[in-house]
């Protein structure tokens, strides 16, 4: 059983809780030797050099089930994909690419609809349909009448979370209303201030129960499509997974063939159109990148 969890880590050191401490280490010089970098959300074990300062040693580091790049954070369970039903309007295209994103991560996926209170006319319904018929747990909130924001909460038991999101739709604003310890600077021209004042800052993982922890970073933003191989992306589209073996090709690109399993289930229905226009449109990209690569 590892004894402690990096909560954060600033100029050497690495702030760990143990049991209900937090112990300032360092970490030894073997791991430098074999180029290992704590981060935060690493599970560790640790030797105490100074029970009464609470400082000590990270003496081994387990093996790190995720790892994300911006923020760099190990081990986040689940991303909280969050999309303002309107202002700024909700954009498909950017929420499959954040979905594709974590798919690639195996992270558990919760679609978060915020500003709800700004649709009062529910308009967002249609948008909601489509992920969750296509398998996903939605939740719908406002961080200005925190309608929701429970049911958010909720989810995050016995979790580490990070949130994910076009810039505006409301990450930082619902992170302060999950907890108000977290007091970010919501809206641009703070946040731009923000960035000013402080160039650097650090991830860290806030507990929010015993065994429910945050990132307090809005997560990644903006996202590549990386290197996700052309014939792995229709496996990232939840809704597809079942229809793969039931094209009547095999190597099918779900783009064009006859017989095509995922092209039938557009059209009697089943799957979303618009889902299936972004696959192709990302299935396009990811041959470009391809082709470029191998010319
Ligand atoms: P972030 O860039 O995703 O972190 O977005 P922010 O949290 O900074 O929010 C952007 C703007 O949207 C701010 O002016 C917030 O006050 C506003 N906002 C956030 N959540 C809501 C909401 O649920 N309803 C309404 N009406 N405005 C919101
Ligand atoms: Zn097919």
């Given at each position: 059983m590892p004894e402690g969890l990096i909560l954060k880590g600033i100029g050497g050191f690495y702030y760990i809780k143990v049991n209900d401490d937090v112990i300032e280490c360092k970490a030894r010089g073997k791991f430098r030797k074999d180029e290992v970098v704590p981060m935060v959300g690493d599970y560790v074990d640790i030797t105490m050099s100074d029970h009464e300062h609470l400082k000590g040693n990270i003496e081994k580091i387990y093996p790190r089930k995720t790892v994300l790049i911006?923020?760099?954070?190990?081990?986040?369970?689940?991303?909280?994909i969050v999309v303002a039903v309107a202002s700024p309007k909700p954009n498909v295209t950017l929420v499959d690419k954040f979905l594709l994103a974590a798919e690639h991560q195996n992270l558990d996926i919760i679609i978060c609809f915020n500003k709800?209170?700004?649709d009062k006319k529910n308009k967002y319904i249609d948008l909601y349909n489509i992920y969750t018929r296509a398998g996903y747990k939605t939740v719908c909130t406002s961080s200005k009448t925190k309608e929701g924001v429970k049911d958010l909460r909720k989810l995050f038991h016995g979790k580490s979370t990070v949130f994910a999101g076009?810039?505006?739709?409301?990450k930082s604003s619902l992170l302060n209303v999950i907890d108000a310890r977290f007091s970010l600077q919501t809206g641009e021209i703070s946040k731009k201030i923000r960035r000013g004042k402080h160039t650097t800052r650090h991830v860290e993982l806030l507990a929010i129960t015993e065994e429910s922890y945050v990132v307090d970073t809005p997560g990644f933003s903006s996202i590549d499509l990386?290197?996700?191989?052309k014939d792995e992306l229709?496996?990232?589209f939840k809704e597809f997974r079942a229809y793969l073996p039931l094209c009547r090709f095999r190597g099918c690109s779900h783009t064009s063939e006859l017989g095509c399993a995922i092209i039938n289930a557009v059209e009697n229905g089943e799957i979303d159109h618009a889902r299936f226009q972004n696959y192709k449109y990302f299935y396009n990209q990811l041959r470009e990148l391809e082709k470029q690569r191998y010319k």
């Amino acid at each position: 059983m590892p004894e402690g969890l990096i909560l954060k880590g600033i100029g050497g050191f690495y702030y760990i809780k143990v049991n209900d401490d937090v112990i300032e280490c360092k970490a030894r010089g073997k791991f430098r030797k074999d180029e290992v970098v704590p981060m935060v959300g690493d599970y560790v074990d640790i030797t105490m050099s100074d029970h009464e300062h609470l400082k000590g040693n990270i003496e081994k580091i387990y093996p790190r089930k995720t790892v994300l790049i911006r923020p760099a954070v190990a081990n986040v369970d689940q991303v909280v994909i969050v999309v303002a039903v309107a202002s700024p309007k909700p954009n498909v295209t950017l929420v499959d690419k954040f979905l594709l994103a974590a798919e690639h991560q195996n992270l558990d996926i919760i679609i978060c609809f915020n500003k709800i209170d700004l649709d009062k006319k529910n308009k967002y319904i249609d948008l909601y349909n489509i992920y969750t018929r296509a398998g996903y747990k939605t939740v719908c909130t406002s961080s200005k009448t925190k309608e929701g924001v429970k049911d958010l909460r909720k989810l995050f038991h016995g979790k580490s979370t990070v949130f994910a999101g076009a810039s505006g739709v409301g990450k930082s604003s619902l992170l302060n209303v999950i907890d108000a310890r977290f007091s970010l600077q919501t809206g641009e021209i703070s946040k731009k201030i923000r960035r000013g004042k402080h160039t650097t800052r650090h991830v860290e993982l806030l507990a929010i129960t015993e065994e429910s922890y945050v990132v307090d970073t809005p997560g990644f933003s903006s996202i590549d499509l990386m290197n996700i191989p052309k014939d792995e992306l229709a496996i990232l589209f939840k809704e597809f997974r079942a229809y793969l073996p039931l094209c009547r090709f095999r190597g099918c690109s779900h783009t064009s063939e006859l017989g095509c399993a995922i092209i039938n289930a557009v059209e009697n229905g089943e799957i979303d159109h618009a889902r299936f226009q972004n696959y192709k449109y990302f299935y396009n990209q990811l041959r470009e990148l391809e082709k470029q690569r191998y010319k």
